[in-house]
């Protein structure tokens, strides 16, 4: 069916560490794919997002590039701040009516 | 600034008590959704509309209705709330590049 995963929280990393938080989608056809974070106490903002196969999204430090062959969308940055601690949601769409969400995954970052 | 606006951002109430929690979007959008959020069951949809006087369920209707009279309004309603409603409700409206979300209604059902 169609879905998205996303690696397990929560995550914590020291200042300036690498993040990686790895998600993969199953779909039918070519899907839109977003990463959203929500901040304690707040709604989701949307972070980045690809169209198509080999686009990469980018915004506030954050990359993610759309695999279509291994149809992954993994979120990455080189160096997390405390200010980065949130939840991540990975999401598909493949039609005009249709979000599906990934699980979020839990990030602190501790100084 | 283009924003979704809920209210109330947080509502206790009884359980029987019918109550309705607003959505308005400045944005134009045509298509808005309400989801809800559970801890472990992540973010849930619970109705659409792609249009005015267009609604659709989402994976999760039951005990719930929405209207949507204008396009920038699209309310939920809850007509005999219960405690299993207990949550945190999101409004969320866009087009096919991303959605903007409202800041949530944290609703306890008692």
């Known amino acids: 069916g169609n879905s998205v995963t996303q690696m397990e929280g929560p995550v914590t990393l020291s200042e300036e560490a690498f993040l990686t938080i790895n998600c993969t989608y199953t779909?039918?056809?070519?899907?839109?794919l977003f990463w959203y974070v929500q901040y304690p106490g707040e709604g989701l903002q949307l972070l980045l997002k690809?169209?198509?196969?080999?686009d990469k999204g980018s915004n506030k430090g954050f990359e993610a590039t759309y695999r279509k062959e291994t149809t992954s969308f993994h979120l990455e940055k080189g160096s997390v701040q405390v200010s980065d601690s949130a939840v991540y949601f990975c999401?598909?769409?493949?039609?005009?009516?249709?979000?599906?969400f990934g699980p979020g995954t839990s990030l602190s970052v501790i100084p | 600034e283009a924003q979704v606006t809920q209210n109330p951002r947080y509502l206790i109430t009884v359980t029987g008590k019918k109550l309705t929690v607003t959505c308005s979007q400045n944005?134009?959008?045509?298509?808005m959704s309400w989801y809800r959020q559970d801890p472990g069951l992540g973010l849930r949809q619970i109705y659409y509309?792609?249009?005015?006087?267009?609604?659709d369920k989402g994976d999760v209707p039951e005990g719930y209705k929405v209207s949507r009279k204008e396009k920038r309004n699209f309310p939920l309603i809850l007509e005999s709330p219960s405690p299993n409603q207990t949550s945190l409700y999101f409004c969320?409206?866009?087009?096919?590049?991303?959605?903007?979300f409202g800041s949530g209604t944290r609703l306890t059902v008692v």
């Open positions: 969320a409206s866009g087009l096919n590049y991303g959605y903007t």
């Open positions: 779909a039918t056809g070519y899907p839109s």
């Open positions: 690809a169209t198509k196969a080999d």
């Open positions: 999401a598909r769409q493949t039609s005009y009516d249709k979000v599906i």
């Open positions: 944005m134009n959008h045509e298509y």
């Open positions: 509309s792609m249009n005015v006087e267009v609604t």
